[in-house]
């Protein structure tokens, strides 16, 4: 199996956070894993990241990825991790 990674990229994160986790919440059942990132040691980043492992649902991932470039100030990137483990 490949891994799917999905990197999504958050400016105006205090603005579109709510809009961005209806939209995974509605895909989570290709979610396997989920990682959020943001800068908090001073002042809570109005940018962040999250990072996804996807199960291989093609169609689901270009469905997800399409709505969240909808939203204003985000980004996405698919990625696949060719692994061999022998």
Do not use: F, W
Not at 8 to 27: D, P
Not at 52 to 65: F, W
């Amino acid at each position: 199996m490949i891994p799917k990674i999905m990197l999504i990229g958050m400016s105006e994160r205090h603005h579109n956070a709510e809009t961005v986790q209806k939209i995974l919440t509605k895909y989570g059942c290709i979610i396997k894993v989920r990682l959020g990132l943001h800068e908090t040691e001073k002042v809570c980043s109005p940018c962040g990241m999250v990072i996804l492992q996807l199960a291989d649902q093609p169609e689901e991932i270009r469905k997800l990825e399409a709505e969240l470039k909808d939203v204003k100030g985000v980004e996405t990137k698919v990625v696949q991790m060719k692994c061999s483990c022998d």
